[in-house]
Every structure is written in structure tokens, then in C-alpha cells.
């Protein structure tokens, strides 16, 4: 029990560094591509670190028609952020 929960800080301290680490060097640069890439990297970021942490579930799995939407929402998020960082590289 007590090891989940502390799965659980680190997971939420984490969700927290990333796109504040991103956004803050973003800062100085402005332009649209560095705020394109750096919001699809944290995208990407968080929704990997999400996935390494395991079996663990913001949503049980249990709970019917929304016991999968964290993984879903998770893989999404990883799916944007690649698409919005590639996009800011090769387009922006």
C-alpha cells in the first residue's frame, strides 16, 4: 500500500516537472516552432512516463467504460506530441 502511494507522488511530481522544465527554457527562445516542439516533447513525455510506471491506473480497470481511458488517454497524448513536435520541426 504504501509503496503505491508513493508510485503515485512520483508519478503526480513528475506530471508537474516535465512541462514546467519544457516550458520555462521555451521561454526564451518564443518563436512558434520552439513552443510547437517543446509542447509536443512534454506531451510525449508525460504520456511515456505514465506507461513506464506500470500496471499502475489513475482509473481502475475495473470500473466499466472508463477503466480504459488512462491508458487511451496516455497513448494519445504520446500520439500528439509526436505529431505536434514532428510538425514544429519539419513545417514551423
Do not use: E, N, Q
Not at 500500500?1 to 526564451?28: C, E, N, Y
Not at 466499466?64 to 510538425?87: K, N
Amino acid at each position: 500500500m504504501l509503496a503505491k502511494f508513493f508510485k503515485f507522488l512520483l508519478l503526480i511530481a513528475i506530471m508537474i516537472a516535465i512541462p514546467f522544465i519544457w516550458w520555462t527554457s521555451v521561454k526564451s527562445f518564443g518563436s512558434i516552432k520552439a513552443i510547437s516542439i517543446s509542447t509536443g516533447v512534454s506531451l510525449f513525455s508525460l504520456g511515456l512516463v505514465y506507461k513506464l510506471m506500470g500496471t499502475w491506473d489513475l482509473i481502475p480497470d475495473w470500473i466499466p467504460l472508463i477503466g480504459g481511458m488512462d491508458d487511451s488517454i496516455a497513448w494519445g497524448g504520446m500520439v500528439v506530441g509526436i505529431l505536434l513536435g514532428g510538425a514544429g520541426f519539419y513545417f514551423l
